[in-house]
């Protein structure tokens, strides 16, 4: 079965320092990996995607992914952290599954960001 | 672009008491599904559908149904709420390849007393 694992709860970083949110996935076939942020009582907002092709994924709010096959990780990280990026991360990766091949999300546990002044 | 909307934000239910919570979506995508949201656990699949018709379930499905009779509607019932079933919900909606971003609705807060 598909998987993602979020192994920090809580990460905690200062304003102006990079932040990196861990994620390491398991799939049988090619992995479809993205990650969402959520901000407090909101729905989830797309934030990049890996599909193929570059390890270095760039997306929205100046957050970027580094693909690691070897690893099995898709690592989320920023160059310089603002206390406007605390929310809850998630982790996701995509595959057919079910009765009807339904491209189904499997969610990570999410990790919490908390960027301190 | 409305994108996906979702009624009620907030809902109170005594145990056994039944309601539906709505989806919509003005993106024509195929796929839309619901999520619970609970602590700890990230999101979980209770139903889903690929289309008009044509619904399945997901990881948590029990006390829940759903049917599709357009595109844009995608309404999740609770037959007889549970405390169990406190939790937030969302609602989501894509196109059909693996590669394709879902977009989230705001959710619905529901608490079961």
């Known amino acids: 079965a598909q998987s993602v694992a979020q192994p920090e709860d809580q990460v905690n970083v200062a304003e102006g320092n990079p932040l990196t949110v861990k994620c390491t996935y398991s799939?049988?076939?090619?992995?479809?990996l993205f990650w969402y942020v959520q901000y407090p009582n909101r729905g989830l907002q797309f934030l990049l995607k890996?599909?193929?092709?570059?390890?270095l994924v760039k997306g929205s709010y100046g957050f970027e992914a580094e693909f690691n096959k070897s690893q099995t990780s898709f690592h989320l990280k920023k160059p310089s952290a603002l206390v406007s990026d605390s929310a809850l991360y998630f982790c996701?990766?995509?595959?057919?599954?079910?009765?009807?091949?339904?491209?189904?999300?499997?969610f990570g546990s999410g990790t919490k960001l908390n960027v301190k002044p | 672009n409305a994108g996906v909307t979702q009624t009620p934000k907030f809902q109170v239910l005594k145990t056994g008491q039944s309601m539906t919570l709505q989806c919509a979506q003005d993106?024509?995508?195929?796929?839309m599904s619901w999520y619970r949201q609970d602590p700890g656990m990230g999101l979980r699949l209770i139903h889903y559908?690929?289309?008009?018709?044509?619904?399945d379930q997901g990881e948590v499905p029990n006390g829940y149904n759903v049917s599709r009779s357009t595109t844009e509607d995608f309404p999740l019932r609770l037959l007889s709420a549970a405390p169990s079933q406190t939790s937030v919900y969302f609602c989501?909606?894509?196109?059909?390849?693996?590669?394709?971003?879902?977009?989230f609705g705001p959710g619905t807060r529901l608490l079961v007393l």
């Open positions: 989501a909606s894509s196109y059909s390849g693996v590669w394709e971003t879902q977009y």
């Open positions: 799939v049988s076939g090619n992995p479809y």
């Open positions: 890996y599909i193929t092709g570059d390890n």
């Open positions: 996701a990766v995509r595959d057919l599954e079910g009765l009807y091949n339904f491209n189904k999300f499997y």
């Open positions: 993106m024509n995508h195929e796929y």
């Open positions: 559908s690929v289309g008009a018709g044509i619904t």
